[in-house]
T-cell receptor, first 115, second 113 residues
């Protein structure tokens, strides 16, 4: 079983649409969770950390369900500039704990927003 | 905004040659990492580095690989004898040790012929 699983997509949506991505992780000891965004042949860029209570940053909302080992990302009012691959990432290191940590990446979900 | 930088952006080398990939992490960060991404595949952890020593390394990080922080700013990844399968994008990342978020450099595309 893969450590982090994501639907590869692509998700093709019109501008203004709401789109949701899901991710499952296999290691119940995972402590920190993130969504990164990666444009074609570029570096992963941190989109948001995901906290147990869920969190929102503008048009982006992330949720975590530890019992189901499931993370989600909701994008509202999609923009053309949201077109990218969204990477679900987990770590065994607790947030705010300091220390080194190894990020475990999913293969990503590709989003294409069209006019 | 401070950022991680990497040089070169693209390196072409012949099989069996040594390469050194260079990174300048964010200046107040304490933890440094290398990841790689083979074209079309996921990002994979290679190694983490703190206080001038390796904290953790993956199975990929075999004896052909080494890391070094030769001075107060640079962080390098050396591959001693490159193989065709080492062709990938290599990303350097750093974190400040207070929170776990890591910030990535733009990557070095390594092509082994």
């Amino acid at each position: 079983r893969k450590e982090v699983e994501q639907d590869p997509g692509p998700f093709n949506v019109p501008e203004g649409a709401t789109v949701a991505f899901n991710c499952t992780y296999s290691n119940s000891a995972s402590q920190s969770f993130f969504w990164y965004r990666q444009d074609c042949r570029k570096e992963p860029k941190l989109l948001m950390s995901v906290y147990s209570s869920g969190n929102e940053d503008g048009r982006f909302t992330a949720q975590l369900n530890r019992a189901s080992q499931y993370i989600s990302l909701l994008i509202r009012d999609s923009k053309l500039s949201d077109s990218a691959t969204y990477l679900c990432v987990v770590s065994l290191t607790p947030p705010f704990s300091g220390g080194y940590n190894k990020l475990i990446f999913g293969a990503g979900t590709r989003l294409a927003v069209h006019p | 905004e401070p950022e991680v930088t990497q040089t070169p952006s693209h390196q072409v080398t012949q099989m069996g040659q040594e390469v050194i990939l260079r990174c300048v992490p964010i200046s107040n960060h304490l933890y440094f990492y290398w990841y790689r991404q083979i074209l079309g595949q996921k990002v994979e952890f290679l190694v983490s580095f703190y206080n001038n020593e390796i904290s953790e390394k993956s199975e990929i990080f075999d004896d052909q690989f080494s890391v070094e922080r030769p001075d107060g700013s640079n962080f390098t990844l050396k591959i001693r004898s490159t193989k065709l399968e080492d062709s990938a994008m290599y990303f350097c990342a750093s974190s400040d040790g207070q929170v776990v978020e890591q910030y990535f450099g733009p990557g070095t595309r390594l092509t082994v012929t």
